[in-house]
């Protein structure tokens, strides 16, 4: 079993539609859990940290974490074209030094 | 917020040389740098966990005398390609944290190598 899972998509949603990112891990003593944005050909970019369960908001973005469920998700609002991108879920390792990272979804907004 | 700085951010090099490729954390210490590799549309993978003051931790299946890694101050770790074939040709990107209960990584803006 992968230690960090995403539905690989693509996804595709019209602009302005919530576009819903998922993301699975296995070790249940994860505390620190993050979403990176990576366009073709750049390297990825932090753009949400979430430590505690429920929902932290950003802008447009929001991530939210459920440790019983071994869960997050990030969501985002009012979606546009520069939101097309791949979204990598990563989470911490328990003893810290370790960075886990998902395959990716990959996000298409159409105009 | 904390910087990390790659270099240089794309080379193209002749098959049988070797190339380095620069990290540095501008903005804090890392004790740790990790550096992956990345083909296109694929995801990241893990190369290496470099270690100042000490050797790196090689992921299985990376040749360690191939990817030559030195983290020799808390600011630099270096990755060289020793002997470089069209097939090591790739995305090679550096991360690093700083110390603090958490962080996340930061990623350097990657290097893209091309041998011919």
């Known amino acids: 079993q992968k230690e960090v899972e995403q539905n690989s998509g693509p996804l595709s949603v019209p602009e302005g539609a919530i576009a819903s990112l998922n993301c699975t891990y296995s070790d249940r003593g994860s505390q620190s859990f993050f979403w990176y944005r990576q366009y073709s050909g750049k390297s990825p970019e932090l753009i949400m940290s979430?430590?505690?369960?429920g929902d932290k908001e950003d802008g447009r973005f929001t991530a939210q974490l459920n440790k019983a469920s071994q869960y997050v998700s990030l969501l985002i609002r009012d979606s546009q074209p520069s939101d097309s991108a791949t979204y990598l879920c990563?989470?911490?390792?328990?003893?810290?030094?370790?960075?886990?990272f998902g395959t990716g979804t990959s996000l298409t907004v159409i105009p | 917020g904390a910087v990390v700085s790659q270099h240089p951010s794309w080379v193209i090099c002749k098959s049988g040389t070797s190339v380095k490729i620069e990290c540095r954390s501008l903005d804090f210490q890392a004790t740790t740098m990790f550096w992956y590799r990345q083909f296109p549309k694929q995801s990241l993978m893990l190369m290496a966990t470099s270690n100042e003051g000490s050797k790196a931790t090689y992921e299985q299946g990376v040749e360690k005398d191939k990817f030559l890694i030195n983290h020799a101050s808390l600011t630099l770790s270096t990755l060289t390609v020793t002997s470089a074939h069209p097939e090591d040709s790739s995305f090679y990107i550096c991360s690093a944290r700083d110390q603090g209960t958490g962080s996340p990584l930061h990623f350097g803006n990657g290097t893209r190598l091309t041998v011919t």
């Open positions: 990563a989470v911490r390792g328990v003893t810290g030094n370790q960075f886990y």
């Open positions: 979430i430590y505690s369960n």
